[in-house]
């Protein structure tokens, strides 16, 4: 059971082994895949990331330039505006006017717009870069900027003021002032000069040397925009301040300007059309001013990530590629397989099975279960259907049945067509007559087809059938059903009408045997397994036992008795019926011999001779060294040899018996009457008996039971006119006995009397010993 329901499982399992080979290898390749993305998305993450970083690096690098050049710049102003304040050191207010008029006149040293002088109270005078001069401003009336600047100055700190709008000159200036300083170090007055913007302006338009352009921002400490590259989209046009413009979200503005107070470097993402960018705000070091700037160019853009972008763009549509060339493959191979399973399952003809899917299909059913008959069936003496009405026809006959199969078949059960005209059916069903039922419906539908092809050829069908009687694995099973099913069928093909033939365990045997014979005689005679049995010959005068016939039993191994029928035909037909013959002479011999020296009275035996020992030169002599090796009077032996042997060669027949005659043996004609019988035979040959063929009594039909009655009695008058001694054989019943005893025949035999028996049993039953016999007569 174990063993079945393993098979089973191990053939499920090979079915969809491919499928699974293929999910297996597609399943590979997707993982194969997304590995080969997931690492090079690593890989791009990572260049990226230092990409970026060094970009980074890049950008302050660029920045630094444009904040080192801005404070370059205000550093030399600064510088110019020192040496004013040295130069005004114990001057009045009308040398500075003269000196600053001169030194706009001449616009050497410096780009100032406006310079002047101013003390506590205000301011003392100042000139334009055109020449035009102003005197007298007091310190209230001056922007809060400069208030803030000058009053930083007075106490002796030099520095810049915040951007402030100036009204008279209409534009945005910054302020540097330097404090003018007595002998004793006390501040007297404040040399200051206004410069716009644009100066700061160009420095951010102009390329740094690591970057071509930088997008820069320069904004005070409440992030309001003092100036900015030019259109820039970090402040578009409008924005003032840098930290409230829309792309900053309002939280980051407040950190900001919170970490602003503190003068810390800070960065954070603002949304600049439509994409985030991360800006960077760097402190100037004065006034609270701060650097912003941002890549906007190209946002870390190298070629390598590019190449990598297009590697995992290539990568993954060479995966698709796979895929799709996998499922092609797959598509392609299912349609070849569709193809090829049909041809290695199906029959082309019939579109039925083919024989190989019809025994798994038989398997798979019988591991189920085993209420099942396998019936083979064929098409009587279809080649004259083809060679009559041609192949067409015949295939269309062929193509009728297997659609009436078809018909026929139920669920759980399959059929197929094997070679030519051969069918095989597995039927669900234990019961002989229902199998019996259900093939002689399909026989008499058969029957039809060659009205309904017009077929003038009739269809005949042999079929075989056997049904599951043991228990075995399902292959077993199948084989044995299949082997025992045309076995059957083989027996059924004999007949010319629709048979359907059940296998027969005894039939199989005997054939079996049949063919073991030859390989088994040889030993069967070494181990002694041919024995002899012993008929009583009765005188049908005194009814006395006066005669025996040696009868050949094999007595197989397994105790089997098999009859002589069964073999001595085989044994005839390949030679070893002289040696058996002579080793049954043996027998008789060495039994006579033991009688003879128990005691006993001896009979006279008859044994059959083949006429295969005729032929043989040394018959007589082998013959008599074998009778003299137990010292067998020769007398003892009767010899019945077959009348057909007689009939063959009656001369040279002749010219045996009376070398046999001569050397004392008794001849005895057997089966007479049997063959091509000839009163001539009975005439020429020289015999000292006959025996009438079992089937002269045997015959039941009454008016042939009369003719041999007749014949038998004319012979028997003809062998007492040859003064031959008549036994007749097949005596059964009393009846047979006073008919034979009535036309004088002398002696019978039969079991009317005794069937063969064991020699022990026979002496028993039959034999005297000669001290009783001598008792008696005293
Ligand atoms: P057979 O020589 O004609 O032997 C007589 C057969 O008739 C025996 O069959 C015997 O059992 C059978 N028989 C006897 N009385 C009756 C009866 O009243 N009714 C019927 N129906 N049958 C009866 P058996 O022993 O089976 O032998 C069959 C044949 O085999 C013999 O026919 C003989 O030709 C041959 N045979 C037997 N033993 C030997 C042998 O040792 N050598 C050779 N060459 N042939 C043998
Ligand atoms: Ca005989
Ligand atoms: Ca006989």
């Known amino acids: 059971m174990a063993l079945l329901k393993r098979n089973k499982a191990e053939k499920r399992a090979s079915r969809p082994r491919m499928h699974q080979r293929f999910l297996q290898i597609t399943l590979s390749t997707v993982l194969i895949g997304i590995s080969l993305i997931v690492v090079s998305c690593m890989g791009i993450a990572s260049i990226q990331q230092a990409n970026r970083k060094s970009y980074n690096t890049q950008l302050q690098t660029s920045m630094n330039e444009y904040w080192l050049e801005m404070r370059n710049r205000m550093g030399t102003d600064r510088e110019a505006l020192q040496i004013m304040a040295e130069y005004m050191q114990g001057k009045s207010s009308e040398e500075f006017r003269d000196f600053a008029m001169d030194l706009q006149d001449a616009r050497q040293d410096n780009s100032f717009l406006r310079m002047g002088y101013y003390t506590r109270t205000g301011m003392q005078s100042r000139v334009r870069a055109d020449g035009t001069l102003e005197e007298n401003i007091p310190m209230e009336a001056l922007e809060p900027e400069v208030q803030q600047l000058i009053n930083y100055a007075l106490q002796g700190k030099k520095s810049a003021s915040q951007v402030y709008y100036d009204e008279g000159m209409q534009q945005q200036l910054i302020m540097y002032a330097a404090p003018v300083q007595a002998a004793n170090g006390s501040v007297t007055g404040v040399v200051a000069a206004s410069k716009d913007l644009s100066a700061f302006q160009k420095i951010f338009t102009q390329p740094s040397v690591s970057q071509s352009k930088l997008d820069v921002v320069w904004v005070d400490q409440s992030g309001r925009i003092i100036a900015a590259s030019e259109s820039t989209p970090l402040a578009p046009q409008g924005t003032e301040n840098f930290l409230s413009q829309a792309g900053v979200d309002e939280q980051v503005a407040q950190s900001a300007l919170q970490q602003m107070e503190n003068n810390e470097a800070l960065h954070f993402t603002i949304q600049l059309e439509g994409k985030e960018q991360t800006v960077y705000m760097q402190p100037f070091g004065m006034n609270g001013w701060y650097l912003c700037y941002a890549d906007t160019i190209n946002s870390g853009k190298s070629p390598i990530y590019s190449i990598l972008i297009t590697s995992n763009v290539l990568s993954g549509m060479i995966i698709l590629l796979c895929l799709g060339l996998l499922y092609y493959v797959r598509w392609a191979m299912w349609g070849s397989n569709k193809e090829l399973m049909k041809l290695a399952y199906y029959d082309r003809l019939t579109g039925t099975y083919?024989?190989?899917?019809?025994?798994?299909?038989?398997?798979?059913?019988?591991?189920?279960?085993?209420?099942?008959?396998?019936?083979?069936?064929?098409?009587?003496?279809?080649?004259?259907?083809?060679?009559?009405?041609?192949?067409?026809?015949?295939?269309?006959?062929?193509?009728?049945?297997?659609?009436?199969?078809?018909?026929?078949?139920?669920?759980?059960?399959?059929?197929?067509?094997?070679?030519?005209?051969?069918?095989?059916?597995?039927?669900?069903?234990?019961?002989?007559?229902?199998?019996?039922?259900?093939?002689?419906?399909?026989?008499?539908?058969?029957?039809?087809?060659?009205?309904?092809?017009?077929?003038?050829?009739?269809?005949?069908?042999?079929?075989?059938?056997?049904?599951?009687?043991?228990?075995?694995?399902?292959?077993?099973?199948?084989?044995?059903?299949?082997?025992?099913?045309?076995?059957?069928?083989?027996?059924?093909?004999?007949?010319?009408?629709?048979?359907?033939?059940?296998?027969?365990?005894?039939?199989?045997?005997?054939?079996?045997?049949?063919?073991?014979?030859?390989?088994?005689?040889?030993?069967?005679?070494?181990?002694?397994?041919?024995?002899?049995?012993?008929?009583?010959?009765?005188?049908?005068?005194?009814?006395?036992?006066?005669?025996?016939?040696?009868?050949?039993?094999?007595?197989?191994?397994?105790?089997?008795?098999?009859?002589?029928?069964?073999?001595?035909?085989?044994?005839?037909?390949?030679?070893?019926?002289?040696?058996?013959?002579?080793?049954?002479?043996?027998?008789?011999?060495?039994?006579?011999?033991?009688?003879?020296?128990?005691?006993?009275?001896?009979?006279?035996?008859?044994?059959?001779?083949?006429?295969?020992?005729?032929?043989?030169?040394?018959?007589?002599?082998?013959?008599?060294?074998?009778?003299?090796?137990?010292?067998?009077?020769?007398?003892?032996?009767?010899?019945?040899?077959?009348?057909?042997?007689?009939?063959?060669?009656?001369?040279?027949?002749?010219?045996?018996?009376?070398?046999?005659?001569?050397?004392?043996?008794?001849?005895?004609?057997?089966?007479?009457?049997?063959?091509?019988?000839?009163?001539?035979?009975?005439?020429?040959?020289?015999?000292?008996?006959?025996?009438?063929?079992?089937?002269?009594?045997?015959?039941?039909?009454?008016?042939?039971?009369?003719?041999?009655?007749?014949?038998?009695?004319?012979?028997?008058?003809?062998?007492?006119?040859?003064?031959?001694?008549?036994?007749?054989?097949?005596?059964?019943?009393?009846?047979?006995?006073?008919?034979?005893?009535?036309?004088?025949?002398?002696?019978?035999?039969?079991?009317?009397?005794?069937?063969?028996?064991?020699?022990?049993?026979?002496?028993?039953?039959?034999l005297k010993k000669a001290s009783d016999r001598s008792q008696k007569s005293e």
């Open 354 to 766: 083919n024989f190989e899917k019809f025994t798994q299909c038989a398997e798979d059913l019988l591991a189920e279960d085993s209420n099942y008959a396998l019936i083979t069936m064929n098409i009587r003496q279809f080649q004259y259907i083809n060679e009559i009405l041609g192949k067409a026809q015949a295939d269309q006959v062929l193509k009728k049945l297997a659609a009436l199969l078809r018909q026929m078949i139920g669920e759980k059960e399959c059929f197929c067509r094997s070679n030519a005209d051969q069918f095989y059916l597995l039927l669900h069903s234990s019961q002989e007559e229902q199998v019996r039922a259900r093939v002689e419906a399909i026989m008499e539908q058969a029957g039809t087809i060659a009205q309904e092809l017009n077929v003038s050829y009739p269809v005949i069908l042999y079929a075989g059938a056997a049904m599951v009687q043991e228990s075995a694995p399902p292959e077993e099973l199948v084989r044995d059903l299949l082997h025992k099913a045309e076995f059957a069928q083989k027996h059924a093909v004999k007949k010319y009408q629709n048979v359907l033939a059940f296998y027969d365990r005894a039939m199989h045997r005997k054939e079996n045997f049949q063919n073991s014979i030859e390989s088994s005689m040889q030993s069967a005679l070494a181990k002694q397994e041919f024995q002899l049995f012993l008929q009583p010959k009765v005188r049908l005068e005194n009814g006395q036992v006066e005669g025996a016939e040696a009868l050949v039993r094999w007595i197989r191994p397994d105790e089997t008795l098999v009859y002589p029928n069964e073999f001595i035909p085989a044994f005839e037909k390949n030679g070893f019926c002289a040696r058996l013959d002579l080793y049954m002479v043996d027998r008789t011999c060495r039994q006579l011999r033991e009688w003879m020296d128990a005691g006993y009275e001896p009979i006279c035996i008859s044994v059959n001779q083949s006429r295969l020992l005729f032929y043989q030169s040394d018959y007589v002599e082998r013959l008599c060294a074998v009778m003299d090796r137990y010292h067998i009077p020769h007398g003892y032996i009767q010899l019945e040899i077959l009348e057909g042997l007689a009939i063959e060669n009656i001369e040279q027949m002749n010219k045996t018996l009376a070398q046999l005659h001569e050397k004392g043996f008794r001849l005895s004609l057997d089966d007479f009457g049997s063959g091509y019988s000839s009163l001539n035979v009975l005439a020429g040959i020289q015999v000292d008996e006959v025996k009438f063929d079992k089937d002269f009594l045997l015959e039941s039909a009454p008016d042939k039971k009369e003719k041999n009655k007749l014949a038998l009695k004319n012979v028997v008058k003809l062998a007492k006119d040859l003064q031959i001694t008549t036994v007749a054989e097949g005596v059964e019943v009393q009846q047979d006995e006073e008919f034979v005893h009535s036309i004088g025949c002398e002696y019978g035999q039969g079991f009317f009397y005794s069937c063969p028996i064991p020699p022990e049993e026979f002496a028993q039953r039959y």
